[in-house]
Nanobody, 121 residues
Framework: QVQLVESGGGLVQPGGSLRLSCAAS????????MDWYRQAPGKERELVAR???????KYADFVKGRFAISRDNAENTVYLQMNSLKPEDTAVYYC???????????????WGQGTQVTVSS
């Protein structure tokens, strides 16, 4: 069993910053790709940023230059540094991880419970 726990969300004014964290724990052999998604009310969940185990990153166009994804492989944790936040960034942010579990060494996808980010003055 693997659990992903997000933290760091909250209320911030436009132009402000937040740092989200997502820690994976449990029967983990290794983490492969780790992603951040978001879902705004009435909208579909969308990919925000992705990072591979080797550190390669990919960003959605709407966050390029403002958000930065990083990871600590030793701690099985992924981060999302969000700068220059806009009201349209308001959403529930979810992390997703492809995890190789023990003892089977099979790969499964896991989701965190989500953390609310609200950008408002």
């Amino acid at each position: 069993q693997v659990q992903l726990v997000e933290s760091g969300g909250g209320l911030v004014q436009p132009g402000g910053s937040l740092r989200l964290s997502c820690a994976a724990s449990g029967s983990i052999f290794s983490n492969n790709v780790m992603d951040w998604y978001r879902q705004a009310p009435g909208k579909e969940r969308e990919l925000v940023a992705r990072i591979t185990s080797g550190g390669s990153t990919k960003y959605a166009d709407f966050v390029k230059g403002r958000f930065a994804i990083s990871r600590d492989n030793a701690e099985n944790t992924v981060y999302l540094q969000m700068n220059s936040l806009k009201p349209e960034d308001t959403a529930v942010y979810y992390c997703n991880a492809e995890v190789v579990v023990v003892p089977s060494r099979r790969t499964y996808s896991y989701w965190g419970q989500g953390t609310q980010v609200t950008v408002s003055s």
